[in-house]
């Protein structure tokens, strides 16, 4: 039976299948990338989800997980969406930095320009986003914007650091 979302474990082994991919999501756990798993149609999210996702689900819950859902906006092929992001009560920085390092290397493979997202977590400050490497974008429109710019020029991925990249 063949899959309906195809996932994978090896970004670079799968860079042909991401490209040609506009829709995906990341998960992460125990400080370590697990799987993208591509799909066929972006995450839509209810105020009803939201809530169970982001309050009573998310409070219960101790595993160190989380969930990045990504999208290629079709009048804007160069630029990443973060859509949504789904943490787990337990979820570590190192577990937060392996989805978001996933999330650069997907990027990188679709030789993106940026990868864009709206904050709309207050314990999302701009603080913490400009420590992931964002910063305020569209302070003239309604929400916390933000946007990590890499125009060609991409972190460095090694194997010396803990979480696999090279922060400059």
């Not at 799968?14 to 125990?30: C, H, K, L, W, Y």
């Not at 993208?36 to 995450?43: A, S």
């Not at 859509?83 to 190192?94: F, I």
């Not at 913490?128 to 929400?143: A, D, N, P, Q, T």
Request: charged share 25%; proline share 5%.
């Amino acid at each position: 039976m063949p899959q309906m979302f195809p996932t994978f474990t090896d970004l670079q082994g799968s860079r042909e299948r991401i490209v040609r991919a506009s829709f995906g999501m990341i998960e992460s756990s125990a400080g370590e990338f697990r799987f993208v798993q591509l799909r066929p149609w972006p995450k839509l999210i209810s105020g009803i989800e939201a809530m169970w996702l982001g309050g009573w689900s998310h409070g219960r819950n101790p595993r160190d997980r989380v969930r990045m859902y990504w999208s290629q906006p079709m009048g804007h092929r160069n630029y990443l969406a973060l859509s949504y992001a789904v943490s787990e009560l337990g979820t570590s920085p190192l577990t937060m930095r392996a989805a978001l390092k996933a999330l650069d290397e997907i990027a990188e493979i679709k030789r993106s320009d940026a990868i864009l997202c709206q904050a709309t977590n207050k314990r999302l400050t701009d603080r913490v986003m400009h420590f992931w490497g964002y910063e305020r974008h569209l302070e003239h429109r309604r929400g916390r914007h933000y946007i990590r710019r890499f125009y060609g020029v991409y972190p460095r991925q090694t194997s010396s650091t803990r979480d696999g990249m090279v922060v400059e």
